[in-house]
């Protein structure tokens, strides 16, 4: 959810989710900030893992005293930098059961989901030009009865109001972008905030809920639950 008085009304598209989809065999790892640093195979499905963030709230959203925007703006639940090399020399080092024992690393959506997701939000080229497809937030959400559904927002401009997604109660897991126009007026730029989880995003989530939210300005995928950002990678590593 980013500042805004609108929901999502635009279905595009109904497709099957089907976990036969996964890639079997190989786990990945990424390290904090989404490089692949190890890889192995085993007998299963698809898996990647990222280590977490240590990015703090204010590296993740910017420090303007504005009021609307510390209402608005997330929270980061980092580890430290030191745990975060920790477990990164364990998977260098090819010890992956110990990484895991860490409980620094977050399990990311199988590859097929993430490759879905990359080409709907990248319709928002992350430009902020286009006043249409940079305008708009995106949505796809995998329904309890296993389909997957893909949406657009309604356009808005962002000196003039924010942009909202509705995600229904149906849904077991759902992804979102927060739009990349700017607009400017004069002397002032006018721009979606915050690009990461807003603070409506984190609070409307239970204890164990993982959401994706693809922050198109900042060209960067952020993995929260209620607690906060525990994850961030560029776009472009999310599909490795």
Same mark, same amino acid.
């Given at each position: 959810?980013?500042?805004?008085?609108?929901?999502?009304?635009?279905?595009?598209?109904?497709?099957?989710?089907?976990?036969?989809?996964?890639?079997?065999?190989?786990?990945?790892?990424?390290?904090?900030?989404?490089?692949?640093?190890?890889?192995?195979?085993?007998?299963?499905?698809?898996?990647?893992?990222?280590?977490?963030?240590?990015?703090?709230?204010?590296?993740?959203?910017?420090?303007?005293?504005?009021?609307?925007?510390?209402?608005?703006?997330?929270?980061?639940?980092?580890?430290?930098?030191?745990?975060?090399? @920790?477990?990164?020399?364990?998977?260098?080092?090819?010890?992956?059961?110990?990484?895991?024992?860490?409980?620094?690393?977050?399990?990311?959506?199988?590859?097929?989901?993430? @490759?879905?997701?990359?080409?709907?939000?990248?319709?928002?080229?992350?430009?902020?030009?286009?006043?249409?497809?940079?305008?708009?937030?995106?949505?796809?959400?995998?329904?309890?009865?296993?389909?997957?559904?893909?949406?657009?927002?309604?356009?808005?401009?962002?000196?003039?109001?924010?942009?909202?997604?509705?995600?229904?109660?149906?849904?077991?897991?759902?992804?979102?972008?927060?739009?990349?126009?700017?607009?400017?007026?004069?002397?002032?730029?006018?721009?979606?905030?915050?690009?990461?989880?807003?603070?409506?995003?984190?609070?409307?989530?239970?204890?164990?809920?993982?959401?994706?939210?693809?922050?198109?300005?900042?060209?960067?995928?952020?993995?929260?639950?209620?607690?906060?950002?525990?994850?961030?990678?560029?776009?472009?590593?999310?599909?490795?």
């Amino acid at each position: 959810m980013i500042f805004s008085f609108a929901l999502i009304k635009g279905l595009l598209l109904l497709l099957p989710f089907n976990a036969n989809y996964d890639i079997p065999g190989t786990i990945t790892y990424l390290d904090r900030n989404g490089e692949l640093i190890g890889q192995h195979s085993y007998p299963g499905p698809e898996k990647t893992f990222i280590v977490r963030t240590t990015c703090s709230t204010d590296e993740l959203y910017d420090t303007a005293s504005n009021k609307v925007h510390h209402k608005m703006r997330g929270r980061s639940n980092p580890i430290t930098p030191e745990q975060a090399q @920790k477990t990164e020399d364990l998977i260098r080092s090819k010890d992956y059961a110990g990484a895991m024992k860490t409980g620094n690393l977050v399990q990311l959506r199988p590859l097929f989901e993430r @490759k879905k997701d990359i080409a709907f939000f990248s319709q928002d080229d992350g430009r902020g030009e286009d006043p249409v497809n940079d305008s708009r937030e995106y949505v796809t959400v995998v329904h309890r009865n296993g389909s997957r559904e893909e949406k657009k927002g309604d356009v808005f401009d962002p000196s003039k109001s924010g942009a909202e997604c509705y995600v229904p109660g149906s849904s077991i897991m759902y992804s979102h972008s927060h739009p990349s126009r700017i607009v400017l007026q004069g002397d002032v730029e006018y721009s979606f905030y915050p690009q990461a989880p807003s603070m409506d995003d984190i609070n409307t989530l239970a204890a164990g809920q993982i959401r994706v939210l693809f922050g198109r300005g900042t060209n960067k995928v952020y993995i929260y639950n209620s607690t906060g950002v525990i994850a961030v990678l560029p776009t472009k590593n999310y599909s490795q």
